[in-house]
């Protein structure tokens, strides 16, 4: 845990770096001043205008001092609402925790609104903290179908806003230039979990019968994360020439109980045929295995495992050789970089149309590096 904060601590302070804006144009800053603040049109920089990566430590270092000097300016000290889609969500409580950690460590006056997993009710958390007249809001919508409306209601009163975990589209994006996401790429985590597969003594094949055979356990399917975790998990086998054969894929919410339920009935089910449970997550894998154990089979003699997360517990699953592996959802590092997002916005920083994601990189996490996050 320590030396997971450590290294959460070292790849925030890259994190000018670390974070990409998306849209194919690396070129853009990630930090811009206050009193350097560009006109959206302005922050389209072309990509020939790129800094060199030799002038990368200059850069950040002076680009840190920018986002603290734009913080300064619009006097950290504010009232910051954030609305998280439901507190119950194993993930998004460590996301939460980090969160608040950082925002009143800087001095802010923070309140957290818990959204149940209903939209309505987070509708009206939004609409009470522009009544409260809150400096900024940073929202993890419920669901990325009613982001065209939070994002009309934060523009109405003209809000700053960060957006987190539930990525709307960069044209729905486009129609406010004080709002940005920050996140991460679920493709890329949906790739990393097809390579843990990959990187198995007989890539997935345990049977020999020259083909994968796997369940797949979805998270919410409203969800880019769930979608782009299920696609390219199996792409990475597919385009790696294997062959594939799904014998489930199921809804789980990203709960741990539902994946413990589907797994169960699919082991009962498919008994052998399965080699592979994909989880969309890690608490639905935690669940899986608890099936997995509980069916008498064993994890990487003659099934595998994977998810997505780094709970701790899965962590400590990956460690003991019962869960194959799992892929770094960076919270602490999604966490400084939506609050550092938040003050380039209230320094003044507007956003043009498709550049407003900002990801952080997922990280593959075996047994051979498991205690680094540890
Ligand atoms: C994902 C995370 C899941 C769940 C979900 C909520 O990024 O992997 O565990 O928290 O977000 O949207």
């Given at each position: 845990?320590?030396?997971r904060?450590?290294?959460?601590?070292?790849?925030?302070s890259?994190?000018?770096?670390?974070?990409t804006?998306?849209?194919?144009n690396?070129?853009?800053p990630?930090?811009?001043?206050?009193?350097?603040?560009?006109?959206?049109?302005e922050e389209?920089a072309p990509?020939?205008?790129e800094?060199?990566?030799?002038?990368?430590?200059?850069a950040?270092e002076?680009?840190?001092e920018?986002?603290?000097?734009a913080?300064?300016a619009?006097?950290?000290g504010?009232?910051?609402?954030?609305?998280i889609?439901k507190?119950?969500?194993?993930?998004?409580?460590?996301?939460?925790n980090?969160?608040?950690?950082?925002?009143?460590?800087?001095?802010?006056?923070v309140?957290?609104?818990d959204?149940?997993?209903?939209?309505?009710?987070q509708n009206n958390?939004?609409?009470?903290?522009?009544a409260?007249k809150?400096?900024?809001?940073?929202i993890n919508?419920v669901?990325?179908s009613a982001?065209?409306?939070?994002?009309a209601?934060?523009?109405?009163?003209?809000?700053?806003t960060?957006?987190?975990?539930?990525?709307?589209?960069a044209d729905?994006?486009?129609?406010?230039d004080?709002?940005v996401?920050v996140?991460c790429?679920?493709?890329q985590s949906g790739?990393?979990?097809?390579?843990?597969?990959?990187?198995t003594?007989n890539?997935?094949?345990?049977n020999?019968?020259?083909?994968?055979?796997?369940?797949?356990i979805?998270g919410d399917p409203?969800?880019v994360?769930?979608q782009?975790r299920?696609?390219?998990?199996?792409?990475?086998?597919t385009?790696?020439g294997?062959?594939?054969?799904e014998?489930?894929l199921?809804?789980?919410?990203w709960d741990?109980?539902k994946?413990q339920?589907i797994?169960?009935n699919?082991?009962?089910k498919f008994?052998d045929?399965?080699?592979?449970?994909?989880?969309?997550?890690?608490?639905?894998?935690?669940?899986?295995?608890?099936?997995?154990?509980?069916?008498?089979?064993?994890?990487n003699e003659?099934?595998?495992?994977v998810?997505?997360?780094?709970l701790?517990?899965?962590?400590?699953?990956?460690a003991?050789?019962?869960m194959t592996?799992?892929?770094?959802?960076?919270?602490?590092g999604?966490?400084?970089?939506?609050?550092?997002?938040m003050?380039?916005l209230l320094g003044?920083?507007?956003?043009?149309?498709?550049e407003?994601?900002?990801?952080?990189?997922?990280?593959?996490?075996?047994?051979?590096?498991v205690?680094?996050?540890?």
């Amino acid at each position: 845990m320590k030396l997971r904060k450590v290294l959460a601590i070292a790849m925030a302070s890259m994190m000018v770096f670390g974070l990409t804006a998306c849209g194919g144009n690396d070129a853009a800053p990630a930090e811009a001043p206050a009193e350097e603040a560009a006109p959206a049109e302005e922050e389209a920089a072309p990509v020939e205008e790129e800094t060199p990566a030799d002038d990368a430590a200059d850069a950040t270092e002076a680009a840190t001092e920018d986002a603290e000097a734009a913080a300064d300016a619009a006097g950290a000290g504010g009232n910051i609402g954030v609305c998280i889609y439901k507190f119950d969500d194993a993930f998004m409580t460590t996301y939460r925790n980090a969160l608040q950690e950082i925002l009143e460590g800087k001095g802010y006056t923070v309140t957290f609104m818990d959204g149940k997993n209903d939209q309505a009710e987070q509708n009206n958390q939004i609409n009470n903290f522009i009544a409260q007249k809150v400096d900024a809001l940073i929202i993890n919508p419920v669901m990325t179908s009613a982001a065209d409306q939070i994002i009309a209601t934060v523009k109405d009163a003209g809000v700053p806003t960060v957006l987190i975990n539930r990525e709307p589209t960069a044209d729905q994006m486009s129609a406010y230039d004080k709002l940005v996401y920050v996140g991460c790429d679920a493709r890329q985590s949906g790739t990393m979990q097809g390579e843990l597969i990959l990187d198995t003594p007989n890539k997935g094949d345990i049977n020999g019968d020259g083909k994968v055979s796997y369940i797949m356990i979805q998270g919410d399917p409203e969800n880019v994360d769930a979608q782009y975790r299920t696609e390219f998990s199996v792409k990475a086998l597919t385009d790696a020439g294997i062959e594939v054969e799904e014998l489930d894929l199921q809804r789980g919410d990203w709960d741990r109980n539902k994946g413990q339920e589907i797994a169960q009935n699919d082991l009962a089910k498919f008994g052998d045929d399965i080699e592979v449970i994909f989880c969309n997550n890690d608490d639905m894998a935690i669940g899986a295995l608890q099936a997995i154990q509980a069916a008498g089979r064993k994890v990487n003699e003659d099934i595998y495992l994977v998810g997505v997360d780094a709970l701790d517990a899965a962590l400590n699953e990956v460690a003991a050789g019962n869960m194959t592996g799992t892929v770094l959802n960076d919270a602490q590092g999604q966490a400084e970089g939506a609050v550092q997002a938040m003050e380039d916005l209230l320094g003044g920083k507007t956003y043009a149309a498709g550049e407003q994601s900002i990801y952080v990189d997922y990280v593959k996490v075996t047994p051979d590096n498991v205690s680094d996050f540890q």
